[in-house]
């Protein structure tokens, strides 16, 4: 678990403001997904990337913009953020084509003021 | 797209008793299924999985049952322990990409 990490743990920021989330896996897995937990709805995906500069949107993108320029790394940006994007978020990494077991970050605990 | 139902929300066992989990998912194309447990405050932490291909899985005091045909499956967990309290995570997978759909959880609390 050690091999994907996660910064800042925790952050405080004001509605409208642009925050950047970090994801770093040294296991060099293809797959990296970011995710939110709230209570109440378990984990969903906001955005997924295969590769380097491959990405694709999860289930709730709106509002969040990722990039892929290196396969290490998979940073999420909330281009304004709003209350509503108080969560924690969850990077987690993959290894094989198709379905393979995913392995987390300690994730960011995120609140928006 | 995939949608995976999770039961029950809450569930209240006896150390040393069984507990079961059941999740029903939607998407027939979903071939991969895990578990995942998530102790307050930490990350969730995959603790056994299933392919379309199999059945049943076992792992020491956890097994997993898969129904293809009605599209559920089952985590069971036997002789519990108190330090099997936690949030439990059922998933499915649809597609060759792995993005997952996760159930909304179950709390289990393990009384002694």
């Known amino acids: 678990d050690a091999g994907i990490t996660q910064s800042p743990r925790y952050k405080i920021t004001e509605t409208g403001r642009q925050v950047t989330l970090m994801c770093h896996q040294t296991?060099?897995?293809?797959?990296m997904f970011w995710y939110r937990q709230d209570l109440g709805h378990g984990l969903r995906l906001i955005y997924y990337?295969?590769?380097?500069?491959?990405?694709d949107k999860g289930e709730v993108p709106d509002g969040y913009v990722v990039s892929r320029s290196k396969t290490e790394n998979f940073p999420l940006t909330l281009e304004s953020a709003t209350r509503s994007q108080t969560s924690v978020y969850f990077c987690?990494?993959?290894?094989?084509?198709?379905?393979?077991?995913?392995?987390f970050g300690p994730g960011t605990r995120l609140t928006v003021t | 797209g995939e949608n995976v139902e999770q039961h029950p929300s809450t569930l209240s066992v006896q150390e040393g008793d069984s507990a079961v989990i059941k999740c029903t998912y939607s998407?027939?194309?979903?071939?991969?299924f895990p578990w995942y447990k998530q102790e307050l405050g930490k990350r969730p932490q995959l603790i056994i999985d299933?392919?379309?291909?199999?059945g049943e899985k076992k792992d020491q005091r956890i097994a997993v049952t898969l129904n293809k045909t009605a599209k559920h499956f089952s985590l069971h967990i036997t002789e519990t322990q108190p330090e099997d309290s936690a949030v439990y995570f059922c998933?499915?997978?649809?597609?060759?990409?792995?993005?997952?759909?996760f159930g909304a959880g179950t709390q289990v609390v393990v009384t002694p």
């Open positions: 987690a990494s993959s290894g094989g084509q198709g379905a393979h077991e995913q392995y």
């Open positions: 296991w060099s897995h293809s797959y």
């Open positions: 990337s295969a590769a380097a500069d491959i990405t």
């Open positions: 998407d027939s194309a979903s071939n991969y």
């Open positions: 299933i392919r379309s291909n199999v």
């Open positions: 998933a499915a997978s649809p597609d060759s990409w792995g993005k997952l759909q």
